[in-house]
């Protein structure tokens, strides 16, 4: 077949997958089609107990930004916020013996279906996100289409960490203390980890926690006991207090610099491997606490930041977005017992 009627037949049919030539030098398109078989759920339950949380925020994060596109911010997180308290009535009403229902006894952590359960984190997360952040707030207009564009070509599981970012700790360069932890200050703090990776997708964040006994640990950890020595040696008291240890190097201009992670190590191997199977390279930033500006790494702590402005709260981000979220389910409920 003559190579320029092949290029014109593939310009005519930039979509086909497979291309496949007869006798007669044909061009032919072939369809796959894949077929799954779902069994149908016999109760509501069963629905509820087949959720995947990702996957629901994929869709409603897809119907948000149409939402906010045609109709503006605010009414796109009116109505993510109004859809979990609907969710919240409808799961209540569900499971409820008595349809009655107490503001006290509304269930809104879905106690009962461990797949619903990350549910108001991830909504909670979606209303801090930038892309129903206001303008008001310092989002610029151009950040936010950014965020459409990007959040509308990820699967799931890439567009959960991007909302909700995954925070482990590790108690050493090779050991995984605790594979997930809230995003808050207080799983820090309760936290006896040295070491902290947060994945937000575009960016991975590996902080130092800043207690001096940590740091210490870190250094040793990282560092040749060579290396470590100056910290003793250079003290002319040999019962150095911890607070007075010089975490910095300050009398060894040679030595100030980054801990840099070895390249074998199991923190080391784990990023390497986020890098490589993420469709964007995030960017990696190392921060040590108490030296460097940790506002970056502070701002992914949303969970006691207030849902609808900027800054840390008294703690009760997430507490108080629950509670409202059960005063609207209330109403939905009893809306419906009198009508």
């Known amino acids: 077949m003559d190579l320029h ?112 359960q990350m549910v108001p984190q991830l909504v909670f997360a979606l209303l801090r996100s930038p892309l129903l952040r206001l303008h008001e707030e310092g989002i610029h207009p151009d950040y936010r289409i950014y965020l459409q564009c990007l959040f509308s070509a990820l699967e799931p599981s890439s567009l959960a960490k991007a909302i909700y970012p995954i925070l482990t700790s590790y108690s050493s360069p090779n050991k995984l203390a605790f594979p997930r932890h809230t995003l808050s200050r207080a799983a820090l703090i309760m936290s006896e980890s040295p070491i902290f990776l947060l994945d937000a997708f575009t960016n991975l964040i590996v902080y130092y926690s800043s207690r001096p006994r940590t740091m210490l640990i870190l250094l040793h950890l990282f560092l040749p006991t060579d290396i470590v020595s100056p910290f003793v040696t250079l003290r002319s008291d040999a019962r150095t207090l911890l607070s007075s240890i010089d975490i910095d190097f300050s009398q060894c201009p040679q030595l100030q ?65 629950r509670e409202s979220v059960r005063n609207v389910a209330a109403e939905i409920i009893q809306e419906e017992i009198g009508s």
């Open 5 to 116: 009627l092949l290029s014109v037949a593939l310009e005519a049919n930039p979509s086909c997958n497979i291309i496949l030539f007869s006798y007669k030098f044909c061009l032919k398109r072939r369809l796959r089609i894949r077929t799954l078989h779902y069994r149908p759920a016999r109760n509501i339950s069963e629905i509820y107990d087949s959720v995947d949380p990702e996957v629901v925020l994929h869709i409603l994060v897809h119907k948000v930004i149409l939402e906010s596109s045609d109709k503006g911010v605010r009414e796109g997180r009116h109505q993510v916020h109004a859809w979990l308290a609907l969710l919240a009535a409808r799961y209540n009403q569900t499971l409820s013996s008595d349809a009655r229902t107490l503001l006290s006894s509304i269930d809104i952590d879905f106690s009962q279906c461990p797949q619903l």
């Open 257 to 321: 610099m980054p801990i840099l992670l070895a390249t074998f190590c199991l923190l080391r191997t784990t990023i390497d491997k986020l890098k490589q199977d993420r469709c964007i390279t995030p960017k990696l930033t190392f921060i040590h606490g108490g030296k460097d500006d940790p506002t970056l790494f502070e701002s992914y702590l949303i969970e006691e930041q207030d849902v609808d402005g900027s800054g840390f709260a008294t703690g009760s981000g997430f507490v108080a977005f």
